[in-house]
C-alpha cells in the first residue's frame, strides 16, 4: 500500500526556518516526481513545489521562490521542504503528493499533511 | 499563470442526483485537466485526469469532459459518500494551479 507520512509541522515566529520531511513506503520512491501542495485550514489547495524523480530539476511558486527547498534523498526514500523566513501567509497545511507516472502534471497519492503555523 | 475558475462554488443536492461542475481555464490547456475529491480533514483523491481519463479505482459514475478552456465533471447518481469538495487542477506547465473547490452539500 502507498504511504505518505509527512511531519515536521510546528509552531513558528516569523523569520523562522523549518524542515518538512515526507516518508514514502509502498512504492518505487525514486521513480517518482513529487510535489509539495499547502492547504489553508478551510480554504483551497495551492501548488507550492515540485521535484523529479533524480531530484535533478525543481520548481517553485513565485510566492515561495528563494526561501523554500525541496530535496529528495532516494536512498531514504524521503521527500524534504526546507522552509526559510517564513511569513504568516505561510501558515497552512503542507501535503506530499505523488506525480502520476507517465503523467507527471497531476497528482495520484496525498499525504494527511502536516500544519505549519507562523505567528508571534 | 493559468486561472482555473469552478462554478458553482456550492451546489446541494440529493441522493440519485446528477451533478455538473464546471472548470474554465484563462488559456487553453488541451486535455492537461484533472479532478480531485476531498472530504473534511482527508487528503485530496485523485478521480479523474488528462480530462476524460478515470483513476483506478474511482467508480464510474464520474467521469469527465472538456478540452482547451472548458471542462466539466459529471457525478451520476449522487452517493452519499459523493458529499465533499471537488477541485480541478491544471497541469500544463508551472506554476500548477487548482480552482477554488465546488462544495457539494446535502439537499
Known amino acids: 500500500e502507498v504511504q505518505l507520512l509527512e511531519s515536521g509541522g510546528a509552531l513558528v515566529q516569523p523569520g523562522g526556518s523549518l524542515r518538512l520531511s515526507c516518508a514514502a513506503s509502498?512504492?518505487?520512491?525514486?521513480?517518482?516526481?513529487m510535489t509539495w501542495v499547502r492547504q489553508i485550514p478551510g480554504k483551497g489547495l495551492d501548488w507550492v513545489s515540485s521535484?523529479?524523480?533524480?531530484?535533478?530539476?525543481?520548481y517553485y511558486a513565485d510566492s515561495v521562490k528563494g526561501r523554500f527547498t525541496i530535496s529528495k534523498d532516494n536512498s531514504k526514500n524521503t521527500l524534504y521542504l526546507h522552509m526559510n523566513n517564513l511569513r504568516a501567509e505561510d501558515t497552512a497545511v503542507y501535503h506530499c503528493?505523488?506525480?502520476?507516472?507517465?503523467?507527471?502534471?497531476?497528482?495520484?497519492?496525498w499525504g494527511q499533511g502536516t500544519l505549519v503555523s507562523v505567528s508571534s | 499563470d493559468i486561472q482555473l475558475t469552478q462554478s458553482p462554488s456550492s451546489v446541494s443536492a440529493s441522493v440519485g442526483d446528477r451533478v455538473t461542475i464546471t472548470c474554465r481555464a484563462s488559456q487553453g490547456i488541451s486535455h492537461w485537466l484533472a479532478w480531485y475529491q476531498q472530504k473534511p480533514g482527508k487528503a485530496p483523491k485523485l478521480l479523474i485526469y488528462a480530462a476524460s481519463s478515470l483513476q483506478s479505482g474511482v467508480p464510474s459514475r464520474f467521469s469527465g469532459s472538456g478540452y482547451g478552456t472548458d471542462f466539466t465533471l459529471t457525478i451520476t447518481s449522487l452517493q452519499p459518500e459523493d458529499f465533499a469538495t471537488y477541485y480541478c487542477q491544471q497541469g500544463t506547465g508551472f506554476p500548477r494551479t487548482f480552482g477554488r473547490g465546488t462544495k457539494v452539500e446535502i439537499k
Open positions: 521535484i523529479t524523480n533524480d531530484g535533478a530539476t525543481t
Open positions: 503528493a505523488r506525480d502520476l507516472l507517465g503523467s507527471p502534471f497531476f497528482f495520484d497519492k
Open positions: 509502498g512504492f518505487t520512491f525514486r521513480s517518482y516526481d
